[in-house]
């Protein structure tokens, strides 16, 4: 694990990448299991691909830039990943996949994807949005036919020190990095 880590945190860069506080929560607010079948769109490095592979059945991984899909690529081969497809496609249009449990956007203008998500997602199914700003919250959410909205938040980090029976927080907050909105297929 320790190794997983460090690769993790030697990613080639390129479009800005999911924080892993962020991720962890996503993940332990949608209902995948190793048998699911999920989409990642806006692969951008690939992050939030790699960590849901270590932990579903196959991931189909979108992103319609083909040098940040090249990235992914190739930060996912540092892994040795197997369970992972890569599409040079734009979801606006279309979702090859049906029957998906989640689905993942780090993407401008989500909105646009929630009639193809709608056709690929199973009923029950799961969706996140990843936003950097309030306004895209809201427009989203007025968006919402066909889903049940679950939760909108974001996630703020702040590490404490301890030391005897002192403790205090450390001085450095990891603040807003972008809001979650978890919605549910009807």
């Not at 479009?15 to 996503?26: N, R, S, T, Y």
């Not at 991984?61 to 040795?80: G, M, P, T, V």
């Not at 193809?116 to 968006?143: M, R, W």
Request: proline fraction near 2%; aromatic fraction near 8%.
């Amino acid at each position: 694990m320790k190794d997983f880590f460090k690769k993790i945190r030697s990613l080639k860069r390129g479009p800005a990448i999911m924080k892993e506080k962020d991720i962890g929560v996503i993940l332990s607010n949608v209902d995948i299991d190793k048998d699911s079948r999920v989409l990642d769109a806006g692969s951008g490095t690939g992050l939030m691909t790699i960590y849901l592979a270590k932990f579903v059945k196959r991931v189909y991984s979108y992103d319609s830039n083909k040098e940040f899909l090249k990235i992914a690529q190739e930060n996912s081969k540092r892994f040795n990943l197997k369970n992972i497809t890569f599409r040079n496609k734009d979801v606006t249009k279309e979702i090859i996949e049906k029957n998906l449990d989640f689905i993942n956007l780090d993407m401008k203008d989500p909105e646009r994807v929630l009639k193809n998500a709608e056709k690929a997602l199973k009923q029950g199914g799961h969706l996140t949005a990843y936003l950097p700003n309030i306004t895209q919250v809201i427009d989203f959410c007025k968006s919402l036919k066909g889903f049940r909205l679950i939760k909108v938040f974001e996630v703020i980090e702040r590490e404490w020190k301890v030391s005897g029976n002192l403790a205090r927080p450390e001085n450095i907050i990891i603040g807003h990095t972008a809001f979650i909105v978890v919605i549910q297929k009807l």
